[in-house]
């Protein structure tokens, strides 16, 4: 059985301030991990994609990959109210995506 | 921009009832899936489908799911006798590649309410 394994959280971080969220799995094979952002009764939006050791930055997000130690992280910088939201960590496994519960980030202003 | 589009937004059906939930992939991507969210809970995956094909299927999506693309646009989930536990959130997904190499963009999703 595939896992991936989060922090429910929540994470509470004042406005302005570094969010950093944490995800592991379980799956040596997989190639490909994604975060996605969900807010409340809507669907997951992508947020950043890596396949490759080492880290990957759009904006004021952040994604770090460590294949060795089976981690993924999400670091937003700046954060603002409107990231406060749920934070998905999926997993590629062959022909889909295994996503883990996701952490419920506040950010308060 | 383009975007994957799910009919209805809500579903209500009574228990033993069938449904069909409806996708409009994004019209250039080759690979579909269906996950589903019960409330509180995580995303689930259901089935991937390519090339008119089931690639992958989880062990939720037994003999009472099917699904289809039954023209060039759309990409339907059958539920046949609807249970009470088959209430969630059901999405659709699509993607250019395999899950490996690309993103998979998801649509905005049902609501199916089972009573």
């Known amino acids: 059985q595939k896992e991936v394994e989060q922090n429910s959280g929540p994470l509470s971080v004042p406005e302005g301030a570094i969010a950093s969220l944490n995800c592991t799995y379980s799956d040596r094979g997989s190639q490909s991990f994604f975060w996605y952002r969900q807010y409340s009764g809507k669907s997951p939006e992508l947020i950043m994609f890596?396949?490759?050791?080492g880290d990957k930055e759009d904006g004021r997000f952040t994604a770090q990959l460590n294949k060795a130690s089976q981690y993924v992280s999400l670091l937003i910088r700046d954060s603002q109210p409107s990231d406060s939201a749920t934070y998905l960590c999926?997993?590629?496994?062959?022909?889909?995506?295994?996503f883990g519960a996701g952490t419920i980030l506040r950010v308060k202003s | 921009e383009p975007e994957v589009t799910q009919t209805p937004s809500h579903q209500v059906t009574q228990m033993g009832q069938e449904v069909i939930l409806r996708c409009v992939p994004i019209s250039n991507h080759l690979y579909f899936y269906w996950y589903r969210q019960i409330l509180g809970q995580k995303v689930e995956f259901l089935v991937s489908f390519y090339n008119n094909e089931i690639s992958e299927k989880s062990e939720i999506f037994d003999d009472q799911f099917s699904v289809e693309r039954p023209d060039g646009s759309n990409f339907t989930l059958k539920i046949r006798s609807t249970k009470l536990e088959d209430s969630a959130m059901y999405f659709c997904?699509?993607?250019?590649?395999?899950?490996?190499?690309?993103?998979?963009?998801f649509g905005p999703g049902t609501r199916l309410t089972v009573l």
């Open positions: 890596i396949y490759s050791n």
């Open positions: 999926a997993v590629e496994a062959g022909n889909k995506l295994v």
């Open positions: 997904a699509s993607s250019v590649t395999p899950p490996a190499y690309n993103e998979q963009f």
